[in-house]
T-cell receptor, first 112, second 114 residues
């Protein structure tokens, strides 16, 4: 079956530091890959996505590249801000747009 | 505009009781989804509605769980004879229902079974 493994947190960084949150997956077929973010007190929001190998998703300074050869979709940002503090979830769909498989989430705290 | 609304935001109930959790999707969204998020875990799929019908209920853990969407808008997730293991955050999402249309999640209902 499908599964997602992401870096365990919590991750604590200083403002302007470089961020990487690792995500690897197991799936049959050719899934689409997603990063969702949950800010404190808010619902899950789609941050970025990639639908095929070598695609790069990007949004709000975050990037992730769909790497089929390493089955990975690592999230990166060059310079984090305090407002990026949130829980980040890596996810995939196995051909059904609604049936997302999520990782356990990584809590990011950015200190000023 | 208004997002996905879930009520109540918190629900505490005793073991064995019946609970109903409500979801108001974004207006015009034909697809509605329920997910469950246990502590320290990512959300897990429960059920998907396209219009009034449940297109996929394969994620419902057992027959104590049931969901309806009688008019193709508001949905209610119903849990009978609650158990302590049902304690979790129940998330609702909606979308336009077309391929690759993004899911919009509500803030969830935190259910605690004592």
């Amino acid at each position: 079956g499908n599964s997602v493994t992401q870096m365990e947190g919590p991750v604590t960084l200083s403002e302007e530091a470089f961020l990487t949150i690792n995500c690897t997956y197991t799936a049959t077929g050719y899934p689409s890959l997603f990063w969702y973010v949950q800010y404190p007190g808010e619902g899950l929001q789609l941050l970025l996505k990639a639908t095929k190998a070598d695609d790069k998703g990007s949004n709000k300074g975050f990037e992730a590249t769909y790497r089929k050869e390493t089955t990975s979709f690592h999230l990166e940002k060059g310079s984090v801000q305090v407002s990026d503090s949130a829980v980040y979830f890596c996810a995939l769909n196995g051909g059904s747009n609604y049936k997302l498989t999520f990782g356990k989430g990584t809590l990011l705290t950015v200190n000023p | 505009g208004a997002g996905v609304s879930q009520t109540p935001s918190n629900k505490v109930t005793e073991k064995g009781k019946y609970v109903e959790l409500r979801c108001d999707p974004i207006s015009g969204h034909t697809a509605l989804y329920w997910y469950r998020q246990s502590l320290g875990q990512g959300p897990e799929f429960l059920i998907y509605f396209q219009g009034t019908g449940a297109a996929d209920d394969s994620g419902l853990p057992n027959d104590r769980f049931f969901a309806v969407r009688p008019e193709g808008s508001v949905s209610t997730l119903k849990i009978q004879r609650t158990e302590r293991g049902d304690s979790a955050v129940y998330l609702c999402a909606s979308s336009l229902g077309t391929d690759n249309s993004p899911l919009h999640f509500g803030n969830g209902t935190r259910l605690t079974v004592t």
